[in-house]
């Protein structure tokens, strides 16, 4: 269980940096093991833009491991449902009354030196934007890998993509790469 609170700016696109916009996030979620193979996690995400607009998310899935060994493998179902308060054309994805179900798979492998995360996922999203429906698939996913340098240093590639509409704040099909210096304490 826990509670996030950030003050960002969306800067994805020029149009979003050139417009500033401000976002105030509140987030609560629970994640709760039921069994040795089954967890559920929830999430309920409220949005206060700069621009006078305003959105909630809801999203819960459920997760069943198939393996425990290494590597470990999950398959689970999950559903998001989205809605903003209005439709302003600043630049970022706001619809009315986005749903989502997917399907997804996440593995993960671990050895002395390496890790691997994958998740990729199918499934469908609706949605109503500027008084039009649209009805698609949704496919994607996310990859990590892992190269531990010391006991406290590792270094990381990831990868992530889809046409996923809530995947990123302008809605489009995407794909990012991005590395990362992780030192732990």
């Not at 709760?32 to 621009?51: E, M």
Request: neutral net charge; charged residues 20%.
């Amino acid at each position: 269980m826990g509670l996030n609170v950030n003050k960002s700016v969306l800067t994805d696109t020029a149009e979003l940096m050139e417009d500033v916009i401000r976002v105030l996030s509140i987030n609560c979620f629970i994640n709760q093991s039921v069994t040795d193979r089954i967890s559920f996690y929830a999430n309920y995400n409220r949005r206060w833009y700069s621009d006078d607009n305003q959105a909630d998310s809801v999203q819960g899935s459920v997760r069943y491991k198939i393996n425990f060994g290494n590597p470990t493998v999950s398959l689970g179902y999950r559903v998001v449902y989205l809605d903003f308060k209005k439709q302003k054309r600043h630049g970022y994805f706001d619809p009315d009354d986005f749903w989502s179900n997917q399907l997804f798979l996440t593995i993960y492998y671990e050895n002395p030196k390496v890790y691997v995360y994958l998740e990729p996922f199918i499934g469908h999203q609706t949605f109503r934007r500027y008084g039009l429906w649209s009805y698609d698939k949704a496919y994607g996913g996310t990859g990590t890998l892992g190269i531990k340098l010391n006991e406290n240093l590792n270094f990381e590639m990831s990868i992530e993509g889809g046409n996923y509409a809530a995947g990123t704040t302008s809605g489009w099909k995407y794909y990012q790469t991005g590395f990362l210096l992780k030192y732990v304490f």
